[in-house]
């Protein structure tokens, strides 16, 4: 069983969360009532709503970790799964995210509302 199928299968028996088709077309989706939650792309990457006012809260911890892959604008983070470790952020994060829907969608004002499904990141590195 693949890191997504184990958080997939832990997430659909939460209480607050529907499966469904990803809205993208790529993948299954985790819902609340009020909106998407989760997008599970492939075998190690999870785009999860969080929203643009929460990123914008918890960014610097955000940027900290190796797993996660922001994108100006966008009001998803994609999660990279790589280990156990990472599967452990991807489950705190979705309870972030339902706290952050819970009373429906926050009106944000223009921002890129699709998740980060095939999206180019540019990574900067270093040159010598």
């Known amino acids: 069983m693949t890191l997504a199928e ?3 299968r832990q997430l659909e028996v939460w209480p607050d ?5 990803a809205s993208c077309g790529r993948g299954r989706a985790l819902r609340s009532v009020h909106s998407e939650i989760a ?3 492939s075998d190690r990457d999870v785009d999860l709503h969080l929203t643009l006012r929460t990123i914008q809260r918890i960014q610097d911890d955000l940027r900290e970790s190796t797993a996660l892959r ?3 604008g966008s009001r998803w983070v994609t999660v990279h799964l790589d280990c156990d ?3 452990d952020l991807l489950m705190s994060l979705v309870s ?3 706290q952050a ?3 429906g969608p926050p009106p944000e004002g223009p921002a890129i509302t699709t998740c980060n ?3 180019v990141v540019l990574v900067p590195r270093d040159c010598a």
Do not use: E, G, K
Not at 17 to 21: M, N, R
């Open 6 to 8: 184990r958080a997939m």
């Open 17 to 21: 969360l529907l499966t469904s088709l």
């Open 39 to 41: 997008h599970f792309h």
């Open 70 to 72: 922001l994108i100006p």
């Open 85 to 87: 470790t990472d599967v």
């Open 96 to 98: 972030v995210a339902l």
């Open 101 to 103: 829907h819970q009373t």
């Open 117 to 119: 499904y095939n999206r």
